[in-house]
Nanobody
Framework: QVPLAESGGGLVQSGGSLRLSCVAPESLLRVNSMAWYRQAPGKERESVALVTTDGSTNYTDSVKGRFTISRDNARATVYLQMDNLKPEDTAVYYC????????????WGPGTQVTVSS
């Protein structure tokens, strides 16, 4: 399977911004919703944001109003704009296709580290 490639993470101060990018196989992205997840040290991986094929979005409560997910099918890329970052946003961020995960595929990229200092 073609790997997923997340990028854009880094170290930022509280209140700062980052934009994550995820390059995915265009054939899968065109027909599937895609989501961003994150996993903080000692915690389980959690869903952060999702974008459907028609551009509808959904967010976990803790990031609503601060994060924006979007997709560019022509570039086969999904983005996560993160504003007003907080220390509790510190985690490794991953993108994937939730439908494939539910089917049992272990389809994860290496992730990108986001660290927010207070």
């Amino acid at each position: 399977q073609v790997p997923l490639a997340e990028s854009g993470g880094g170290l930022v101060q509280s209140g700062g911004s980052l934009r994550l990018s995820c390059v995915a196989p265009e054939s899968l992205l065109r027909v599937n919703s895609m989501a961003w997840y994150r996993q903080a040290p000692g915690k389980e991986r959690e869903s952060v944001a999702l974008v459907t094929t028609d551009g509808s979005t959904n967010y976990t409560d803790s990031v609503k109003g601060r994060f924006t997910i979007s997709r560019d099918n022509a570039r086969a890329t999904v983005y996560l704009q993160m504003d007003n970052l907080k220390p509790e946003d510190t985690a490794v961020y991953y993108c994937t296709f939730p439908a494939l995960i539910r089917l049992g595929y272990d389809y994860w990229g290496p992730g990108t580290q986001v660290t927010v200092s207070s």
